[in-house]
């Protein structure tokens, strides 16, 4: 059937490596950035968000960073597991109520 | 996973018919957004609601309407279907709106999505 990860650019890597997946945002106002996680025929998942007077947050094996002067906003998910296989949106948000989402990046582990 | 479902899971129908879409909450979020999702699209927010019977437009809504009569249920119409309204569709909730809150609980919790077929 029709997939979501059709035509993502693709990050493909080894299990245990360490990942990076980048994501360029277009609103210099946005101030407040979530990433998401999809897996195969689910809804996305929050993994960690970050507003726009921090430039670095860390979570569980993850952290986002933030570069404001670029407009660039990556996720790096370190020793990188089978089950993170996933296409990995972020979002912005410009100070509304909703969220403006990237088209994603499909993250591909192999064992 | 947070307490949100949609039905029906997967429905073809046929263009002009109407489909309504149900999204269903048991967490007592506030919040509710109806998204669409297209390859070489993401995720576009088509209507959300911040209470009962306060809906506002997103992105992409004309063929849209909602509905929302109580806080746990959130229905998203297209009264008349077309091939361009075949999709994932997906339901989201949140405690807070974005814009203004405080740091922390701005999560978006999605719902397992239904996939629209306009033949």
């Known amino acids: 059937g029709e997939s979501v990860g059709l035509h993502l650019p693709t990050l493909s890597v080894q299990e245990g490596d360490n990942s990076i997946i980048n994501c360029a945002y277009s609103n210099s106002a946005s101030d407040y950035f979530i990433w998401y996680k999809q897996e195969s025929g689910k809804g996305p998942q929050f993994i960690i968000d970050i507003r726009s007077n921090m430039d670095k947050r860390q979570g569980q094996r993850v952290t986002v960073l933030l570069n404001k002067t670029v407009k660039h906003l990556s996720l790096q998910i370190a020793a990188t597991q089978p089950g993170d296989s996933a296409v990995y949106f972020c979002?912005?948000?410009?100070?509304?109520?909703?969220?403006?989402f990237g088209k994603g990046t499909m993250l591909l582990v192999s064992p | 996973d947070a307490g949100i479902t949609q039905s029906p899971r997967h429905k073809v129908t046929e263009t002009g018919t109407p489909v309504t879409l149900r999204c269903h909450q048991t967490e007592n979020h506030r919040y509710m957004y109806w998204y669409r999702q297209d390859p070489g699209h993401g995720l576009r927010l088509i209507h959300y609601s911040y209470g009962v019977k306060d809906t506002d437009k997103g992105e992409v809504s004309d063929g849209y309407s909602v509905s929302r009569s109580k806080t746990e249920d959130f229905l998203l119409t297209l009264e008349s279907a077309t091939s361009s309204q075949t999709s994932v569709y997906f339901c989201?909730?949140?405690?807070?709106?974005?814009?203004?809150?405080?740091?922390?609980?701005?999560?978006?919790?999605f719902g397992p999505g239904t996939r629209l077929t306009v033949l």
């Open positions: 979002a912005e948000n410009a100070g509304y109520s909703t969220l403006t």
């Open positions: 989201a909730i949140s405690e807070q709106l974005l814009a203004g809150g405080p740091s922390g609980n701005n999560e978006q919790f």
